[in-house]
């Protein structure tokens, strides 16, 4: 089966030390603050929604992996992406996660906003597969559902700028790489660069080197 990704420059840094969970806490935490200190410096108002993404309609034998941590965040409450979604804080039918998209994005200048993103990121976990065609998904459902619009100082209405930071530990798919998994995921996210003219780069926590043809 062919691989779907292209080659990609691959920019590295190395650490020692923690599990690939903590280190993308920290890579997720550190966006927060970077955020933030540039929102006040320049007085504008940014906003960040997050998303995890762990697995698919697989049950497993327990049916304890079935949209495991797939799911919207609003602090520390979890909306999980299908009814009945393991591991989330509400999962049942009027708690999805579309059901809250527009409570999604929080001001990263305001206190309750960066502490519901402090909450969020804190509640992050790495149980179940790796499916991030599903965070793609619900990160179109943010864009859609939500006033992209805002008044700049001059007083005119203005377009805000849409990204994506793609923070991953694992390779695409259940328990290995399945390049079917990371096709989803590309068509996914080349849908968000064509209908909502948004950004989409990726971060990756590995402990070891990637193969190029699949970075």
């Not at 920019?11 to 690939?20: A, D, N, P, S």
């Not at 504008?44 to 495991?68: L, Q």
């Not at 502490?115 to 499916?131: C, D, F, V």
Request: hydrophobic share 30%; charged share 25%; glycine share 8%.
């Amino acid at each position: 089966e062919a691989d779907p990704c292209p080659v990609s420059p691959l920019y590295e840094r190395e650490t020692t030390t923690g599990t690939r969970l903590q280190a993308l806490k920290y890579a997720a935490n550190t966006f927060i603050n970077d955020i933030r200190a540039n929102a006040i410096a320049n007085d504008v108002d940014h906003r960040v929604a997050v998303v995890g993404f762990g697995s698919d309609s697989y049950r497993g034998v327990y049916e304890d992996y079935y949209y495991s941590n797939t799911e919207l965040f609003v602090g520390a409450d979890q909306y999980n992406y299908a009814a009945n979604g393991q591991d989330s804080t509400y999962n049942r039918y009027g708690n999805l996660a579309s059901d809250h998209y527009t409570d999604a994005y929080q001001t990263v200048t305001s206190d309750e906003g960066y502490r519901n993103l402090e909450a969020s990121i804190k509640n992050l976990s790495g149980n179940g597969a790796t499916h991030p065609e599903y965070g793609f998904k619900m990160a179109d459902g943010i864009f859609t559902e939500n006033d992209d619009t805002y008044i700049g100082h001059d007083g005119t209405k203005q377009t805000r700028s849409k990204v994506v930071i793609f923070l991953t530990d694992g390779e695409p798919g259940d328990t290995e790489y399945e390049s079917s998994v990371a096709r989803d995921a590309i068509s996914e996210a080349n849908g968000l660069k064509t209908d909502h003219n948004a950004k989409v780069y990726t971060v990756a926590v590995l402990n070891k080197e990637p193969s190029d043809s699949k970075v």
